[in-house]
């Protein structure tokens, strides 16, 4: 069969380019659909129901542009979302296809890398209150501490580009002290726009800490996975092509979106509800 799909990669808005970044910095040949639901972002404090309700339309959506694969790069939406749509919703709408999540990648690295077997985690509050960290380093390790603190103000202080104030240094040592009494050795950044806070993070951790950003991690993961299941890899084609879909304005996108992406992207207008591109 001819090699004519894409990987889709879906966030809320434009925290997932930085994994999506990371992807294509291990696996350049793939073409790739980014989509950031951006008109709806952030999803961090939206209720579980909603979360599930908005990655189907995301999946539909990316599965009608002929993907072949979806990575959810939202911890958000894969706390929330994905063990349904991988269970449930595609099993019956899309057999043979797959969907995948960050949660998982972070949690094996993590697990790899502590020796004292204490590990915190700083998420949105959807992704702590999920429980779902909890889940997946009960099923890698049960010998394996977690410590969750949601941090809500992270991620829309870099969506509006404020991460160099000194307000923004304030607020994160002030969510961070939450770990001084817990001896971790590691320290996940589990929502996808903590990586470009990731020095002011190490800086302000009240005591050393290994850091683990998704973004590094997922491109090897996906490597591996695509080698383990040649039944999907066969199907996505390779010129290297990049299309980048936003549920909102496509000038913000392109702006912000670059930061995310590290060059300079182009971005057309997604209507979720009708699964058509316009633009
Ligand atoms: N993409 C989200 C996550 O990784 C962060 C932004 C949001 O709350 O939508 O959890």
Redesign the pocket.
């Known amino acids: 069969m001819k090699r004519n799909k894409s990987i889709g990669v879906f966030?809320?808005?434009f925290?997932?380019l930085s994994i999506l970044k990371g992807i294509v910095k291990t696996l350049p040949e793939y073409d790739y659909i980014y989509l950031g639901d951006t008109a709806r972002?952030?999803?961090?404090?939206r209720t579980k129901e909603t979360i599930l309700e908005f990655t189907k339309q995301a999946v539909d959506f990316l599965f009608q542009k002929n993907c072949g694969l979806i990575i959810i790069?939202?911890?958000?939406a894969s706390s929330d979302a994905l063990r349904k749509i991988q269970r449930e919703y595609i099993t019956k709408k899309y057999p043979g296809l797959k969907v995948l999540g960050v949660l998982i990648p972070g949690a094996e690295e993590s697990a790899l890398v502590t020796k004292n077997k204490k590990i915190g985690v700083i998420?949105?509050e959807?992704?702590v209150f999920s429980k779902s960290f909890e889940r997946e380093f009960y099923k890698i390790d049960p010998k394996i501490k977690i410590y969750q603190r949601a941090c809500p103000l992270l991620?829309p202080i870099v969506e509006e580009g404020q991460e160099d104030k000194d307000s923004t240094e304030i607020i994160i040592k002030d969510y961070l002290e939450f770990f001084r009494n817990k001896d971790i050795d590691t320290l996940i950044l589990g929502?996808?726009?903590y990586g470009i806070l990731k020095e002011k993070i190490i800086k302000n951790m009240p005591y050393k800490v290994q850091v683990v950003c998704e973004s590094d991690v997922i491109g090897k993961k996906l490597e591996g996975y695509l080698a383990r299941h040649l039944e999907i890899e066969k199907n996505i084609s390779k010129n290297g092509k990049r299309v980048f879909f936003t549920t909102d304005t496509t000038t913000r996108f392109e702006k912000l979106g670059s930061k995310f992406f590290g060059k300079k992207i182009e971005v057309k207008k997604a209507n979720l509800l009708g699964g058509v591109a316009s633009k």
């Open positions: 966030d809320s808005g925290g997932g972002a952030p999803y961090g404090a790069a939202c911890n958000s998420a949105t959807a992704t991620a929502c996808t726009h």
